[in-house]
C-alpha cells in the first residue's frame, strides 16, 4: 500500500479532520472483529459518507490503499491515530463538578482514547476537598498552579454559563491550549486558543425538527406577529395592526 513516510506539515481541510474521528471509531470497530483489509465504500457505509469523500480524506493523511484490497486497518488506525495526536497522552483538567462535570471524571474512556484526565476543578467549597475516584477536587483559584503541576493541555468546562468566560480566561492565562466548552455560552478566546463547543441542547433542537418530520406533525404556517399601536392597547385608525 503506498504511503507517506516523511512527516512534512500538511494542510488538512476542517470538514476533513472533523471526519478522521468517524472514520477512527469505524475501523476500530473492524479491527475487533479482526479484519484486516477495508474498502473505502465499507468505510464509508460505517462512517455514513460517500466512498470518494473517503478516498479524498484519507489521501491527505499519504493514504491511497490497494485497488481490489483496499487499506490496511492497523496501518490506516495508525495514520489516523498519528494525525489526530492519539499516539500520546493529553492531561486534561475538568472545571465544574456538578451533575455533567461528575460524569465526565468518571468517564473511562477518555484515557483509552489518550485523554489523561489529571485534575478537577470547582468553586464549591463543599466540593472542594472530596475525592472522584483518584483524584481530589482542586480550587479554581489553584488554576496556575494545576497548569504548571500536570502540564494540563485541554480543559474541559462544565460550569454554569455565567462564569465559563471567566474560567475560560483563567484557563487561558495558565497556559492551556485547548477547551472543551459544556456551557451554553459562546467564548472570547485568543487566536492561539482552540475551541469546541458542545451543546447538548442545540443537538436535540435538531432532532426535534426530524422527529416532527418523522411523525408527519409539522405545524402549520403561523400569522406574522403584530404589534399594536396606540398608547390605549386599541388598534390604529381603520382597525388595521402594524407588523412588528
Same mark, same amino acid.
Given at each position: ?13 476542517e ?8 472514520y477512527?471509531?469505524?475501523?476500530l ?39 481490489? +484490497?483496499?487499506?490496511? *486497518?492497523?496501518?490506516? #488506525?495508525y495514520?489516523?491515530s498519528?494525525? =489526530?495526536?492519539l499516539?500520546?497522552?493529553w492531561? %486534561?483538567?475538568?472545571?465544574?463538578l ?7 471524571a ?20 463543599g466540593?472542594v ?6 483524584l481530589?477536587?482542586?480550587?479554581v483559584?489553584?488554576m ?19 462564569v ?7 484557563? +487561558?492565562?495558565?497556559? *492551556?491550549g485547548?477547551? #472543551? ?5 459562546? =467564548?472570547?478566546v485568543?487566536?492561539?486558543?482552540? %475551541?469546541?463547543k ?9 432532532l426535534?425538527f ?5 411523525a ?8 406574522v406577529?403584530?404589534a399594536?399601536a396606540g ?7 381603520g ?6
Open positions: 500500500m503506498a504511503a507517506s513516510s516523511d512527516r512534512v506539515p500538511r494542510r488538512i481541510p470538514a476533513t479532520v472533523a471526519r478522521l474521528p468517524l477512527l471509531r469505524s475501523l470497530e473492524v479491527a475487533e472483529a479482526k479484519t484486516a483489509t477495508i474498502s473505502s465504500e465499507r468505510l464509508a457505509e460505517m462512517a455514513g459518507v460517500n466512498a470518494a469523500k473517503v478516498r479524498k480524506d484519507l489521501s491527505y493523511l499519504g493514504s491511497y490503499g490497494t485497488r481490489g +484490497v483496499g487499506y490496511d *486497518v492497523e496501518y490506516l #488506525l495514520q489516523i498519528r494525525e =489526530l495526536g499516539t500520546q497522552d492531561p %486534561v483538567a475538568i472545571v465544574g456538578g451533575n455533567l462535570g461528575r460524569a465526565l468518571n468517564y473511562r474512556g477518555f484515557l483509552a482514547r489518550g485523554f489523561h484526565v489529571v485534575a478537577l476543578v470547582d468553586s464549591d467549597p466540593k476537598g472530596t475525592f472522584i475516584g483518584d481530589e477536587v482542586r480550587h483559584e489553584e496556575p498552579l494545576i497548569t504548571r503541576e500536570h502540564r494540563v493541555a485541554i480543559g474541559i468546562i462544565a460550569t454554569p454559563a455565567s465559563a468566560q471567566e474560567v475560560t480566561d483563567l484557563l +487561558v492565562d495558565s497556559g *492551556v485547548s477547551i #472543551l466548552n459544556f456551557a451554553p455560552v459562546v =467564548l472570547t485568543p487566536p492561539h486558543v482552540s %475551541v469546541r458542545v451543546d447538548l441542547s442545540i443537538e436535540l433542537q435538531i426535534s426530524y422527529q416532527q418530520r418523522q408527519g406533525t409539522v405545524p402549520l404556517e403561523q400569522p406577529p403584530v399594536v398608547g390605549n392597547g386599541a388598534p390604529p385608525a382597525g388595521r395592526l402594524a407588523p412588528i
